[in-house]
């Protein structure tokens, strides 16, 4: 059983007036600025950056060198891979300011963003998409979609469980680990239970 204690590592900088859940853990080297959220169980890996008026949802798990950046919320149970990189300006100037002009970034719950990859400002990440490492995403991801690249592009579905769905003439795959069964319908996936 998990503590409801927040660890805080001693080299983390936390500014007053962020919140932060029952059993989150943030480790080495990371600042969370005032106005942020993290929920319950949120685990922050070394060096990562959180900005005002980011929320992240319970479970969210944040590997190392990640920067959050204003304008982005994640539901629950979302996986941040090492290094991944989320703008917030469409057309950023050194010389022009663009405060203000932050665009939202959202990623639904259970959204799997894979190591280096890139997820620029103003997109949707659907719920338990999977985006491989090293993509560079540029147009909303549909819910269970499995995109990769450079401009990132679906080429498969994923179930909520991580694996590659394949599905049959009349449309429906079955997770392997959970044995959960999905249908494609219309261009979408969802969980045929639902």
Not at 30 to 42: I, K, N, P, Q, Y
Not at 74 to 82: A, H, I, K, R, S
């Amino acid at each position: 059983m998990e503590s409801d204690a927040i660890f805080v590592h001693s080299s983390a900088f936390v500014d007053e007036g962020c919140r932060i859940g029952a059993g989150s853990k943030i480790w080495h080297f990371c600042h969370l600025m005032s106005g942020a959220v993290l929920g319950e169980r949120c685990k922050l890996g070394q060096n990562v950056f959180v900005a005002s008026g980011v929320r992240l949802g319970n479970n969210v798990k944040v590997q190392n060198n990640v920067s959050i950046y204003e304008g982005v919320i994640c539901e629950d149970d979302v996986f941040l891979g090492p290094s991944m990189v989320f703008t917030n300006v469409i057309n950023p100037r050194s010389a022009v300011n663009r405060q203000g002009q932050y665009a939202q970034t959202y990623v639904e719950r259970g959204a799997t963003i894979g190591a280096n990859a890139t997820i620029v400002c103003g997109r949707r990440i659907g719920a338990y998409a999977f985006v491989g490492a090293g993509s560079v995403v540029t147009k909303d991801v549909p819910p269970y979609a499995l995109v990769v690249g450079n401009p990132a592009r679906q080429i498969g579905w994923m179930s909520a469980y991580g694996h590659r769905l394949t599905f049959d003439e009349s449309q429906r795959a079955t997770c392997p680990e959970s044995g959960e069964e999905y249908v494609l319908k219309d261009g979408l996936v969802q969980r045929a239970n639902d």
